[in-house]
């Protein structure tokens, strides 16, 4: 168990794989559910996956209705959040590379050596407990299945994932039918790879016709909606996304903007309408209350991705490459997000000027910038001006072009726009308030 840099890799990738620097403190270890994965200590051949397999179900029935499934997706915390910094810092990230001992422990939580102490419970959920443990266990299983081939490991990075085929295959002819009933089955059937790719699209749809017949009401709980906005936006429905996002009454995000709030909240209702503060007591009497929580705060990953449009190429860890993706809506208008690189500033914002799209790019020296932009068949893609080269005005580029370091404006003449209608007048929502934001996706995914 060695938390070693692979032969010929980068120390960028070794610092993804060897974890956060505090994993071990709040989030490693902390799941009984996503560690009953024999796959950290097993070197047994591809022939005895399924034999392996039936194991695991069975164990995992056994965690999900003992532990309720309280444990599901964070008991992997602890290489999960190294793995995000290794792709987000890239070689910055290798002068702080963690101790070999952080790699140990998040085999360690994937075998279930966990504690439970600082879970918070998954209150009055619709999905399946069993269901979200097992989807869990598929994507714990891969993103260690991509750790162990950085530090150089290859027979446990096959047997991780041949174990995440076949729990996904199983899992999904299980809960297929109830897993299509929930926002939250739909999105992590997705985003962690339960469902198989073919199968992406009609889950999508499905996913979009449940939160439009909400009007956007947010409908999963801490394990759910970090994953449900990007699913909405990988199966092409972005118009939904923003129904969701810009919904002003509880249970949403900008209800607690209207309510004051310059940080998220733990409770979508934490201070209702009337100005008091809920006194966080749930039904099975846990007391949840906290002004400045990570899990609902998980929009702003998704808002920076593809709403400004900002990431980093996940195949050139540390924004040496970036993606310039934003899926602009006509009801938000503008966006911006910017991040400062080890190479220098990186920044996209944006704004609709009519039926166009312009951009302005920001690209660090020795950085480029990958676009992928929203276009349909009557768009032109053009550069106005930037580049390492000086300006240049009026060239036609590709909608996948790449751009080299520098400023850019472009525009995108005829854009396409998600196309959703949000206005007043909605009905009292779960923190009582009557006169919030309500509504509806106009044509569909975009226009």
Known sequence: MSGRTAP?????????????????????????????????????????????????????????????????????????????????????????????EHHRLARAALRGRASDEQILREQLARTSSAFVAHAFLVWSARLLARVERVVGDVALAVAADLLAEEVAARTWARWREHALGTQTGCALAIELGVAPEAEHAVVGDRLAALVRSSDGRIATGFLGTPHVLPALTRTGHD????????????????????????????????????????????????VMLSFNHYAYSAVIDWACRHVAGLAPDPTDPGYRTLVVAPRPARALGRARASVLTSFGRA???????????????????????????????RSRVEVVSGG?????????????????????????????????????GGSAGAGGAGAGARGRVVSGAAS
């Open 388 to 424: 390492e080269d000086g300006p240049v005005h009026g060239r036609v580029i590709r909608a996948d072009a790449v751009l080299p370091a520098g400023a850019h404006r472009i525009v995108v003449r005829r854009a396409r726009f998600a196309d959703v209608s949000v206005g007043g």
């Open 8 to 100: 010929g890799g980068s120390g960028a990738a070794a610092c993804g794989a060897t974890a956060s620097t505090t994993g071990t403190r709040w989030t490693c270890g902390t799941s009984r559910t996503a560690g009953i994965a024999r796959v950290s200590t097993t070197r047994a051949g591809c022939g005895a996956g399924a034999r392996r397999a039936d194991v695991v179900l069975r164990a995992a029935d056994r965690v999900a209705r003992a532990d309720r499934g309280r444990g599901a997706g964070r008991g992997v915390g602890g290489f999960a959040v190294g793995h995000a910094v290794g792709r987000a810092g890239g070689r910055a990230c290798d002068a702080r590379r963690p101790p070999p």
């Open 239 to 286: 118009a939904e996304a923003y129904l969701m996002l810009l919904r002003d009454e509880p249970p949403s995000w900008l209800y607690q903007v209207r309510q004051g709030a310059t940080t998220v909240w733990e409770r979508w209702d934490a201070i209702r309408a009337d100005g008091s503060i809920h006194d966080g007591r749930m039904a099975q009497g846990d």
């Open 347 to 377: 920044a996209v914002a944006w704004w609709a000027d009519g039926e166009d799209l312009l951009l302005d790019v920001e690209v660090p020296f020795y950085a480029r910038a990958r676009l992928d932009l929203a276009v349909s068949a």
